[in-house]
């Protein structure tokens, strides 16, 4: 028995929620019979993968459902072997490269040559050439991203490539100009609510229009989300009640009653104890940015516009060091401290202005 | 030439001037020669005086009879009538070796008058005729004659009384003695010069300083010291200066003018030498010191018992001096195992040593069997060992220990050290035979018993290594394994790499470094012996400084007591640098960086270089605990301080990122800089907790664990998700899990079922079920496994191994060594239950194959797992049963 997310998902172009126009698109794009490679990109929890699904769906038929891991061994320049899961059909194979770290570059190269030298001998298969699915790209290495800029290039009589892509902005131009980009923007609120409201239906329950919008709103406009925390919620309480709780992750929680510490006292001690707050963070796999954005946007609450754009500031500044750097908590660290030194000297000139 | 030798005889050494002319020719003999104030004059040419020369003797000589001839003496066949004065004095050499017959002299005389005249004609003329040119030859040829012919020895040997002599009262004058002497032989003369100090040359040159002659001394020697303004002396002009020199009084004391006298004005080298004897002893000895050993094994053979004292008296000090100018650290090594600091005890390495190797022949004689300890056990005696392992930090005495225990037991040693190429063919070729061998060093030394017991000792054997002594802890393992002496070992680190394979071999004994307080016991005692003083506290700073460790210690003590004369004000110099190279630890490094005491004293430099004291732990121990530091600075300017500090380690670490990502490492010291100096200037202060190991290495380990889990959950559930690995963790996780435990919790067994689908569903591993747990605590939250009863888990273990079936991934992660057979199969496909809509005509084949499979999978997958003994039978029938139901 799979989660709603999972069971729900639609299997087939026409059965897409929404971006509808787009799913059109695909479909012609199908019925060309040939394609250029792709780029789906946009934030986690759009629907990138769905689509991806159909479409390969639409082009090979129901055989790429059948799904099967594999597990390849790479080995790299310096002997190293590298083991990588795959996911793959008869028609197509989906990796993630980034699961090689600092050896994505051997993988991206050796994988391609080795799906795409093979051609497809079954002349009854629907297409000449297979499918690539490539995620994450772009948490890929600059290495990894120029090999397979002229890989992607060499074989394309052979192989097809689909990257999903969270955000284009790290994935070189290069490539980016090799592919055609499809934007999956992520779910409106009232979109979501609708697909909340069919899902309870096909799983034959009632759910009271406020609270879809309430999870919607909770949600991020992330589609997986929604869904899960719905069924967190009937798990919880049914029937539904609008103002019933909601379960909220736990890393958010967590993330915003660290703010509230540091809003709630300025000292090298409690600095000491948010560190350790921020190090539980961090090593449950809370991005750092993330730990960034949902400090900013909490701390800046009780601010006034001034102490908000200081803040802002310190936070950029610190973000890009962090990338820069090695080591996340150095930074966010810097960043709590120089927060708190701020707004001491806020408190004490307010206490100042009542005298 | 004549008139100069007459005057020798004036001045000679005999007690009372003889008149020259009437001398025997006995008396002639005994006075042995030369040298003295009058020889200013020979050095100008001597051809155009010669004529003065023989005329003036000839008026010196008032009693001879031929006195009345002298005014007609211009004519040169006067001369041939000639009386015996002048033929001797001519030829005085000559006649002094023929102690023949007075006949034979004669006979020459009456030959050599005519010889003698003609060249003192020609040197007036400087004319030379055929004739005479032809009685030169004869002449030379008839003297090298004689020459061949003289008598070798002394003359009396034994007639004088050779002065004892200080030793070295003759150092730094060089001798040569030519002609015969009187009392002594040449060789004795040479052995007194060379054992009083002084030096012996062959040639008359510059250097030389004292030209000792006696009868027949060489005429060119003569003529050429002479020249270069040499002292000549006779033999008895020699003994007086010894004596002079070693402060008796000469014999010969009624001579004023003695040539002692002036070498005293003359040399004020010499004098001083004499005054500071202790100086020059020192000096010496460190030169000399091979040399006199050599002449302690082979004396020569001297007839005087007295001259035997001299050198009997000059090794007594000797050994004194050699010790004076021994370092510290030999001096006082220790010479008995009762002397050997922090070795005391029953439990020390010293005395295990000593009882394995006491023990070793009787262990190792091949009759008994023994057993190899427990690597824990804590009172082995090493028995079952061959070789012991000496380990620990340098200079805490584990060669002392082990040469000293040799020795207490009358082992002979054979030692290799670092300073000997120790290669697998060397080993092999010199060591091995050497083992089979048995020690002579007893019989040669008096005790008539040629040992069996000998123990090879290996020193610095962490130092094998490298391409010259390629293969040679190999070959030592091998030398151990069938050694048949006990064989011990030392090393520094025995944790090292290098020496693993050795350790299996070894019986081990860990030298700890000894305590303060035992160092500096030995080490008061030693500067009281020494008559240094120093404070006890200025000790145990100097054995703190070297870190405990003893010849170091002795090292920086003697390099003290050096300069003990020196200011006081130079000696904390000496000591800042004693305790300068010193590796401080992280806790002692970050500890400087915040103190602000520390900071007054040190420059910006010292606070760098506590930064590379260890550079990749600095920063870390920095940001670990500047929170703990109350700086010295306004309440008010706290938290700006900390934002500072904060902001400082944040650039730190862009340094860092970049000295590790492009090798750039001369931007060291900036991050220096940025990680320490500059945390440390904004937060100095005092420390006001403890301080801790940095919680960065911790925490990244635990976070790269919990990101390999979180990839293992991905790639397992892949199939049936959507979603990046981040998704997994952020979303999916805890709602994976719940699914999984609320039917456990509400339904108890009965919700078994319904876990086990969706863990079948989304093809989770038991262990991943586990991953799950881990990912989704937080502190303070309550765990939901927990809550589950434990019969219930059991019960889903159990089930899991009997439904679920095993994945191409479960071999990997389940039992690594099937991993093989396993990962034949990997094309193997499975269904998505779900998602298989379409199910191909073909898909029934493959499940048929599928049922073999599994079963054979099933038992790798169950014995992994924890489920009882019972269940593992039971699990192969069925699965049969299951799949098949499954159909």
Same mark, same amino acid.
């Given at each position: 028995m799979a989660l709603w997310v999972d069971k729900h998902r639609p299997r087939d172009l026409s059965k897409l929620d929404y971006h509808k126009v787009q799913a059109d698109q695909l479909k012609n794009l199908c019925k060309e019979g040939d394609f250029p490679h792709l780029m789906f990109y946009g934030p986690s929890g759009a629907g990138k993968k769905t689509r991806i699904m159909c479409l390969l769906r639409e082009l090979y038929g129901g055989g790429v459902e059948r799904l099967r891991n594999e597990t390849m061994t790479f080995t790299t320049p310096s002997n190293r072997k590298v083991e990588i899961m795959t996911v793959s059909s008869n028609y197509h194979m989906e990796v993630n490269p980034s699961d090689a770290g600092i050896y994505d570059r051997v993988v991206v190269v050796d994988l391609i040559k080795q799906v795409a030298q093979t051609h497809q001998i079954d002349t009854a298969g629907q297409r000449e050439f297979k499918v690539?699915?490539?995620?994450?790209?772009?948490? +890929?290495?600059?290495?990894?991203?120029?090999?397979?800029?002229?890989?992607? #290039?060499?074989?394309?009589?052979?192989?097809?490539?689909?990257?999903?892509?969270?955000?284009? =902005?790290?994935?070189?131009?290069?490539?980016? =100009?090799?592919?055609? &980009?499809?934007?999956?923007?992520?779910?409106?609120? #009232?979109?979501?609510?609708?697909? +909340?409201?069919?899902t309870c239906k096909k799983e034959s329950l009632h759910i009271p229009e406020g609270l879809a919008q309430r999870i919607a709103q909770q949600c991020d406009r992330n589609l997986r989300r929604a869904i899960l925390m719905l069924e967190a919620c009937k798990v919880q309480q049914y029937p539904f009640t609008i103002n019933q709780e909601i379960t909220e992750l736990d890393w958010q929680m967590y993330l915003r009653e660290t703010a509230n510490q540091i809003m709630l006292e300025q000292t090298p001690a409690k600095l000491e104890k948010i560190r350790e707050r921020l190090y539980e963070l961090l090593s449950q796999g809370v991005p750092p940015d993330m730990i960034f954005k949902g400090l900013v946007q909490n701390l800046v609450l009780n601010c006034?516009?001034?102490?908000?754009?200081?803040? +802002?500031?310190?936070?950029?500044?610190?973000?890009?060091?962090?990338h820069n750097g090695s080591k996340h908590i150095f930074h966010l660290e810097a960043f709590v401290a120089q927060f708190m030194n701020i707004y001491k000297k806020y408190l004490a000139d307010m206490v100042m202005d009542d005298f | 030439m004549s008139k100069d030798i007459r005057s020798f005889f004036s001045v000679g050494a005999k007690k009372k001037p003889i008149p020259p002319a009437p001398e025997s020719p006995k008396q002639k003999r005994k006075a042995s020669v030369i040298s003295s104030d009058e020889e200013d004059s020979p050095a100008t040419p001597k051809e155009p005086t010669k004529k003065r020369k023989t005329t003036e003797k000839v008026d010196k000589k008032?009693?001879?009879s031929k006195l009345k001839k002298e005014p007609e003496e211009g004519d040169t066949s006067k001369l041939m009538e000639e009386d015996d004065e002048l033929e001797k004095s001519l030829m005085e050499i000559d006649e002094s070796t023929i102690s023949t017959t007075k006949k034979d002299k004669r006979v020459t005389k009456a030959k050599t008058p005519k010889s003698e005249k003609k060249p003192k004609n020609d040197l007036n003329d400087s004319v030379l005729s055929d004739e005479e040119r032809f009685e030169r030859k004869r002449m030379a040829a008839m003297m090298y004659q004689k020459f061949k012919n003289r008598p070798t020895g002394a003359l009396n040997p034994g007639s004088k009384e050779v002065p004892k002599g200080k030793p070295n009262c003759l150092a730094g004058c060089t001798f040569l003695i030519t002609g015969l002497l009187e009392s002594i032989e040449r060789d004795e003369g040479n052995q007194i010069i060379k054992d009083l100090g002084g030096k012996v040359s062959t040639v008359v040159g510059k250097k030389l300083n004292y030209l000792i002659t006696g009868e027949e001394a060489g005429l060119k020697k003569l003529a050429t010291a002479e020249e270069l303004g040499v002292k000549i002396l006779n033999e008895d002009q020699f003994f007086d200066l010894i004596r002079m020199k070693s402060g008796e009084k000469p014999l010969s004391d009624n001579n004023n003018e003695s040539p002692e006298v002036k070498v005293k004005k003359e040399s004020p080298e010499i004098k001083k030498e004499k005054t500071s004897?202790?100086?020059?002893?020192? #000096?010496?000895?460190?030169?000399?010191?091979?040399k006199k050993k050599i002449k302690k094994e082979d004396p020569s053979p001297k007839k005087n018992d007295s001259s035997k004292e001299v050198k009997r008296e000059e090794t007594s000090p000797k050994?004194?001096?050699?010790? #004076?100018?021994?370092?510290?650290?030999?001096?006082?090594?220790?010479?008995?195992?009762?002397?050997?600091? &922090?070795?005391?005890?029953?439990a020390s390495n010293c005395n295990k040593l000593i009882n394995w190797l006491k023990n070793w022949y009787s262990n190792h004689d091949g009759k008994k069997k023994l057993q190899r300890p427990n690597p824990w056990a804590k009172n082995d005696d090493g028995s079952f060992y061959k070789c012991a392992l000496l380990s620990g930090p340098p200079g805490v005495g584990k060669t002392t220990t082990a040469t000293l225990v040799c020795k207490e037991l009358g082992f002979d040693t054979v030692e290799f050290n670092a300073s000997d190429t120790r290669s697998k063919k060397l080993l092999k070729e010199q060591v091995s035979e050497l083992l089979s061998n048995k020690s002579l060093y007893g019989y040669f030394h008096g005790q008539d018993v040629v040992s069996k017991k000998h123990v090879l000792l290996m020193d610095e054997v962490d130092g094998m290594a490298g391409n010259e002594d390629r293969g040679g802890i190999q070959e030592l393992i091998s030398l151990i394994?069938?050694?048949?002496?006990?064989?011990?070992?030392?090393?520094?680190?025995r944790n090292h790499q290098k020496m693993r394979s050795l350790v299996n071999y070894c019986y081990d004994m860990r030298f700890n470094k000894p305590q303060v307080n035992q160092i500096k016991g030995a080490i008061m005692s030693i500067c009281f012996k020494e008559k240094f003083k120093l404070p006890p506290a200025k000790v145990e700073e100097i054995i703190l400084a070297t870190n405990n460790d003893i010849r170091q210690t002795l090292n920086h003590l003697s390099l003290l007591s050096a300069g003990k004369d020196l200011d006081l004000k130079t000696k904390p110099a000496e000591e800042k640098t004693a305790e300068k190279d010193l590796k401080l630890g992280p806790w002692e490094v970050v500890r400087k960086v915040f103190s602000s005491e520390d900071h007054e004293k040190m420059s910006f430099y010292d606070k760098c270089d506590l930064f590379f004291n260890d550079y990749s732990m600095a920063p870390l121990f920095a940001q670990q605990n500047y929170l703990q530091v109350a700086p010295k600075a306004p309440k008010n300017e706290i938290p700006e301080r900390v934002a500072l500090t904060a902001d400082a380690l944040s650039l730190g670490d862009l340094v860092e990122k970049r000295i590790r990502s492009n090798m750039a490492w001369s931007l060291l010291p900036t991050q220096a800089v940025f990680s320490s100096v500059m945390p440390g200037e904004?937060?100095? &202060?005092?420390?006001?907790?403890?301080?801790?190991?940095p919680g960065w290495l911790g925490k990244n380990s635990k976070s790269n664990k919990r990101s390999r889990m979180a990839q293992e959950i991905h790639d397992h559930t892949r199939i049936n998700t959507s979603g990046s690995r981040l998704s997994i963790r952020m979303d999916y996780a805890p709602f994976i899990l719940n699914a999984i435990v609320n039917p456990l919790k509400k339904h108890g067994n009965d919700g078994i079922e319904e876990a086990l689908n969706v863990i079948k569903e989304y093809r989770l591993l038991r262990e991943d079920i586990d991953s799950l747990i881990e990912l989704t605590t937080w502190p303070g939250k309550k765990n939901p496994w927990e809550s589950v009863d434990g019969k219930v888990k059991a019960a889903l273990t159990r089930a899991y191994n009997k439904e679920v079936m095993a994945y191409t991934y479960s071999a990997i992660s389940g039992v690594k060594k099937k991993a093989s057979a396993a990962a034949a199969d990997e094309n193997f496909v499975i269904d998505g239950e779900e998602e298989g809509g379409v199910v191909s005509e073909d898909e029934d084949d493959e499940k048929v194959e599928n049922d073999t499979l599994i079963k054979a999978k099933k038992k790798t997958v169950a014995t992994s797992k924890k489920g009882s003994s019972d269940d593992k039978k039971k699990a192969p029938?069925?699965?049969?049963? &299951?799949?098949?139901t499954k159909k």
């Open positions: 690539i699915v490539l995620s994450e790209v772009d948490e +890929l290495t600059k290495d990894a991203q120029h090999a397979l800029r002229r890989t992607m #290039e060499k074989y394309v009589a052979t192989c097809r490539i689909i990257l999903s892509v969270n955000s284009t =902005s790290r994935v070189i131009p290069a490539i980016r =100009s090799r592919c055609l &980009g499809i934007r999956v923007a992520a779910p409106t609120e #009232e979109e979501i609510v609708s697909i +909340l409201q069919f006034d516009m001034e102490l908000k754009a200081k803040t +802002l500031q310190f936070a950029a500044s610190y973000e890009h060091r962090m | 008032p009693n001879l004897p202790k100086k020059v002893k020192k #000096e010496i000895s460190m030169t000399e010191s091979p050994k004194l001096e050699n010790e #004076e100018s021994l370092a510290w650290v030999d001096k006082y090594k220790p010479t008995d195992l009762k002397q050997i600091i &922090g070795q005391q005890g029953p394994k069938d050694s048949s002496i006990p064989i011990i070992c030392m090393c520094n680190d904004y937060m100095s &202060g005092r420390f006001t907790g403890q301080i801790n190991f029938a069925k699965t049969k049963a &299951g799949s098949k």
